[in-house]
């Protein structure tokens, strides 16, 4: 069966992507629209409604303006920005979340695409709230490391207007440092806390790869847990789970020398959990590809699960 899908927004980096996802599929028609009508409203509407699956891939208003000219009831809306995400009407596109969540992306029309950091900290702490080892109003401390290519255009154009110099961005920058960056409700949301946690992003200096860091401390546990202990509830949550990889709680093997490689997942589907520490202190860790799982891959995961093929069709 063929299935014709439209991408709102080609142009841009999550867009780019999706395309380059879907192009290789012999079950996909790309429907396109022509460079001097991106903005024509009416041909916009024409596509979206000709579509099986339209991708949003476009700031927040644009994807609500988009969102509201659908009028094929037929028409499955991926909203790939942050206007949907908590938004009671929508389905939050990550089957991993829980046992329920893949029929419900199948039997939504609207499905709103994670946020790259909220995937990985929702990956990583849902599991131990869920399992009530973390009390549902403890508050979290965690940071992530991304690559510039998570910025968009803009920041992707700096980075690289910067690379012949020997001083400008080289360095991780931490940013967002008014500590309400757009992923908190979602993070909050889905992991199942009722406190948005205190979430700290650092950009670095390479293009791609995501690695989000949770700090814990065992007195936040309602029970007695070791990092092996956390390390278990969380395999288990994921048993089964073709994308997610509960790596062993072992220093040696699961760094390189001591230092996690936040770049090893790149160019795949794929997120790996980490446990780190000791019985006083302990971090959770979540590494994925920002623009694979964190963005087009993630998309591209729930128009599988939505149209009922085999989840990893083009993502392998």
């Known amino acids: 069966m063929s299935y014709k899908v439209f991408v709102d927004g080609q142009e841009g980096t999550t867009g780019l992507q999706i395309n380059e996802y879907l192009a290789q599929r012999a079950d996909i028609e790309l429907l396109k629209i022509d460079a001097d009508k991106r903005k024509d409203l009416a041909e916009r509407k024409r596509l979206i409604n000709a579509s099986d699956v339209t991708f949003l891939c476009l700031p927040d208003e644009a994807a609500k303006q988009s969102a509201s000219l659908v009028d094929n009831p037929n028409t499955c809306i991926i909203d790939a920005s942050t206007a949907h995400r908590v938004n009671p009407d929508w389905v939050f596109g990550l089957p991993e979340l829980c046992p329920e969540q893949r029929a419900k992306i199948r039997a939504s029309k609207r499905i709103a695409n994670p946020g790259c950091h909220a995937t990985a900290f929702i990956l990583a702490l849902r599991p131990l709230v869920a399992a009530g080892l973390i009390a549902v109003d403890t508050q979290i401390a965690a940071n992530s490391i991304t690559g510039y290519s998570g910025g968009g255009k803009s920041m992707i154009a700096d980075y690289e207007a910067a690379s012949a110099s020997t001083t400008q961005l080289k360095a991780p920058r931490p940013y967002a440092l008014a500590l309400a960056h757009k992923h908190l409700p979602e993070m909050q949301a889905y992991t199942g806390l009722t406190v948005a946690p205190i979430f700290q992003p650092i950009v670095g200096p390479f293009y791609k790869g995501l690695a989000v860091t949770a700090y814990l401390h065992p007195a936040q546990f309602t029970r007695a847990a070791t990092p092996a ?88």
Request: hydrophobic fraction near 45%; glycine fraction near 10%; avoid cysteine.
């Open 229 to 316: 202990d956390v390390q278990k509830i969380i395999a288990d949550y994921y048993a089964g789970e073709q994308f997610i990889n509960v790596l062993p709680v072992d220093l040696e093997a699961t760094t390189e020398g001591g230092f996690f490689n936040i770049e090893a997942n790149n160019d795949s589907n794929r997120v790996d959990l980490a446990v780190f520490g000791n019985a006083e202190r302990m971090l959770v860790m979540a590494r994925l590809d920002n623009l694979g799982k964190g963005a087009s891959g993630a998309a591209v995961q729930a128009m599988n699960v939505h149209l009922g093929v085999e989840e990893s069709v083009g993502l392998l």
